[in-house]
């Protein structure tokens, strides 16, 4: 897979990079998580002890991203210009129904982030229906360092067998 440069330079820079890296992957998913996971495992130190805080920036990163949707549709509400998406996602019935199914459990809120298409805007959904942005933190973060680390730590085994 052939990077876009300034995600290449970005890479170069280290943890920081992986973690700007990360966060700009669930703002604008224009590479697939899959892909781009995979590939900070095979460009990982040859050592596993490498792969850990690869894994753990990588989905502080994805947090991140995360939590700038959830405060873009939580803020969408209070601000006249931004209250067409609140308007607009409050809508739909069935995310007020998978929502509330969601909001019951911080273990549910972290699976979710194991689906690709739903992980990167679940947070939108979550902010309209005001889930607890402690909570939504926590098992968002909890669940890229599942899906983050399962990429990272299958990239690295490819690289080493």
């Given at each position: 897979?052939?990077?876009?440069?300034?995600?290449?330079?970005?890479?170069?820079?280290?943890?920081?990079?992986?973690?700007?890296?990360?966060?700009?992957?669930?703002?604008?998913?224009?590479?697939?998580?899959?892909?781009?996971?995979?590939?900070?495992g095979l460009t990982?130190?040859?050592?596993?002890?490498?792969?850990?805080?690869?894994?753990?920036?990588?989905?502080?990163?994805?947090?991140?991203?995360?939590?700038?949707?959830?405060?873009?549709?939580?803020?969408?509400?209070?601000?006249?210009?931004?209250?067409?998406?609140?308007?607009?996602?409050?809508?739909?019935?069935?995310?007020?129904?998978?929502?509330?199914?969601y909001s019951e459990?911080?273990?549910?809120?972290?699976?979710?982030?194991?689906?690709?298409?739903?992980?990167?805007?679940?947070?939108?959904?979550?902010?309209?229906?005001?889930?607890?942005?402690?909570?939504?933190?926590?098992?968002?973060?909890?669940?890229?360092?599942?899906?983050?680390?399962?990429?990272?730590?299958?990239?690295?085994?490819?690289?080493?067998?």
């Open positions: 897979m052939v990077l876009p440069n300034f995600v290449t330079c970005l890479l170069a820079t280290g943890l920081g990079g992986v973690m700007i890296v990360a966060m700009l992957e669930k703002l604008v998913p224009v590479v697939p998580s899959v892909g781009l996971y995979l590939l900070f990982a130190g040859s050592e596993f002890s490498a792969v850990m805080p690869l894994i753990v920036i990588s989905a502080f990163g994805s947090m991140s991203g995360s939590l700038c949707w959830y405060y873009l549709a939580r803020f969408s509400g209070a601000h006249p210009q931004l209250r067409l998406l609140s308007n607009w996602l409050g809508r739909f019935a069935a995310v007020r129904q998978a929502s509330s199914w459990s911080v273990t549910r809120m972290a699976l979710v982030q194991l689906v690709p298409a739903a992980r990167v805007y679940s947070a939108l959904a979550s902010a309209v229906v005001t889930i607890d942005v402690t909570r939504f933190a926590i098992a968002t973060f909890i669940g890229c360092l599942i899906w983050n680390g399962t990429l990272i730590f299958a990239g690295w085994m490819v690289r080493h067998l």
